[in-house]
């Protein structure tokens, strides 16, 4: 193989990973608060036990006499596993020719571990208006695979930072029913990396060779709206929605191998710091939340919450430079990247809390949350390929997950206290099937194929915050 041989096979390669990449970052977060951990986040819309309800709904901040504050951390270790063989191939016209032995390799752990932040305030004007601030993290991700996987093209360094700034403004009503509405600025910033494996078993001389890296941020702005109705002091429901977010992630690209063109069509090297931009389709939600006391000692909550998942159909990667005598180059400008037509699902949640004294809340949940990767095979792909592809991908190891979380509160006084919680959840070990074809020439394909799936998906969260009313 050629470096020119290999540059043609890199276009679809790297483009290929910002698919993974991007898609395992539409994944929202959970995370708002210590207090909802500890009871599976059930009614955490509609509670209201302190302000990170302004991270669920923007009425929330109708709740407080006073001006109240809380922030807090929760720090999530996932442990993804994940094993296979990978197969690469020559795809000829009599079908394909494998050129080396299937090679089997483990991913252990690559799925890192994070820190998630969140802080609020809420504002009381007077008895009808009032103010909220929420600062959190709705969407997250980082994967890193070991330089020797085999597939490092299809599946190699992916990071999504966002942050979600929103404040908003509640009206309510004889202090029984509120409506507040939000507009929510989310940043977010995304690393993407792929290169070829070391010890590549086609040519080792082109090991290491970075095909992707990309670095990039950027702004988008949605909205929130919220309602909080309290029949009584002991029973309340929320409901909300919060709009979709379309952020375009504008990138410099690094490559080592991805040909860049100037006006003329001629290749002039590879990428050095070209612009590219990414759309992330993340989904609009609506949220149910029920909270009942029944006595002194024992209340009840019970959340539903639905992501719409199925606008997220596809991905397309620009590269608005490329152009040849104006007209942007069709091989960049789009890319079609990935089908991956995501399926809605539900996140139901269920907590318990013990209120022995007046000092002390206990609290325990559970929750089961869909995945939003399709089951089975993609049949229009396995069909063209001749290989059994899953929806479900290497970066994107989703499945339906289940929740048991335990935590607690301690108030110090009318004006300060602490939450803590912690949380176990797993999901089932789910069957990976990926092929890429790379053509190399206008006789000879490359294929890549991974056949194996996760071992293990599990995750450990401890999350602790503190709250003071002034």
């Known amino acids: ?17 910002v698919s993974n990449g991007a898609l395992a970052a539409g994944f929202a977060l959970q995370e708002s608060s210590a207090s909802g951990l500890g009871r599976a986040f059930a009614a955490e819309n509609a509670i209201g036990d302190n302000a990170a309800i302004l991270a669920r ?33 020559a795809l000829t016209a009599n079908g394909p020719f494998p050129l080396v032995e299937p090679i089997y390799a483990e991913a252990n752990d690559y799925a890192s571990s994070a820190w998630v932040p969140n802080a609020y305030i809420a504002v009381p004007f007077d008895d009808c208006w009032s103010f909220g601030l929420a600062m959190n993290t709705d969407y997250g991700l980082e994967t890193d695979f070991k330089s ?25 009503y004889n202090n029984t029913f509120s409506i507040g509405v939000s507009a929510n600025f989310l940043y977010a910033d995304a690393t993407l990396k792929s290169k070829v494996p070391s010890d590549f078993a086609i040519d080792p001389s082109f090991s290491d060779l ?13 909205w929130s709206i919220g309602a909080l109705w309290r029949i009584n002091e002991r029973t309340h429901i929320g409901i909300s929605y919060q709009s979709e977010l379309d952020p375009k992630i ?90 991956e037509n995501f399926s809605s699902g539900w996140r139901y949640s269920l907590g318990l809390e013990y209120y022995p004294c007046d000092e002390v809340t206990w609290r325990v949940g559970y929750a089961y949350d869909e995945g939003a990767a399709r089951d089975g095979l993609y049949d229009e792909e396995t069909l063209a390929t001749g ?37 176990y959840l797993w999901g089932d070990d789910e069957p990976i099937q990926e092929f890429q074809a790379l053509p190399v020439s206008s006789d000879f394909t490359l294929g890549t194929y991974f056949n194996g799936g996760t071992t293990n998906l599990e995750a450990w969260l401890a999350g602790v915050s503190l709250n003071y009313s002034f």
């Not at 041989?5 to 790297?14: E, F, K, M, Q």
């Not at 970075?210 to 949605?222: C, E, S």
């Open 1 to 17: 193989m050629t470096i020119k041989i290999l540059r043609r096979a890199a276009l679809a390669a790297a483009i290929g990973t």
């Open 57 to 89: 709904n923007p009425a929330g901040s109708a709740l407080f006499d006073t001006i109240t504050i809380s922030g807090g951390v929760t720090y999530v270790n996932p442990e993804i596993d994940a094993a296979g063989y990978t197969e690469y191939y």
């Open 148 to 172: 020797s996987w085999p597939v490092t093209h299809i599946a190699d360094k992916t990071e999504l930072i966002s942050v979600n700034i929103a404040p908003s403004v509640a009206f309510d």
């Open 210 to 222: 970075y095909l992707l890296d990309a670095d990039g941020d950027d702004w988008d702005y949605g």
């Open 250 to 339: 504008d990138a410099d690209v690094n490559s080592d191998l991805l040909p860049a063109y100037n006006s003329q069509g001629q290749i002039i090297g590879t990428f050095n710091g070209e612009p590219a931009d990414l759309t992330l389709d993340l989904p609009d939600t609506v949220e149910l939340g029920v909270y009942h006391r029944f006595n002194d000692n024992w209340g009840i909550a019970f959340g539903a919450m639905w992501t719409d998942w199925d606008d997220f159909e596809r991905l397309e990667a620009y590269f608005p430079n490329q152009r040849v005598d104006g007209t942007p180059i069709s091989a960049y400008n789009p890319f079609h990247i990935k089908e």
């Open 387 to 423: 290989f059994d592809v899953t929806w479900r991908t290497l970066s994107i190891p989703d499945a339906d997950r289940q929740w048991v979380t335990f935590g607690g509160t301690y108030e110090f006084n009318n004006q300060l206290s602490i939450d803590g919680g912690v949380a």
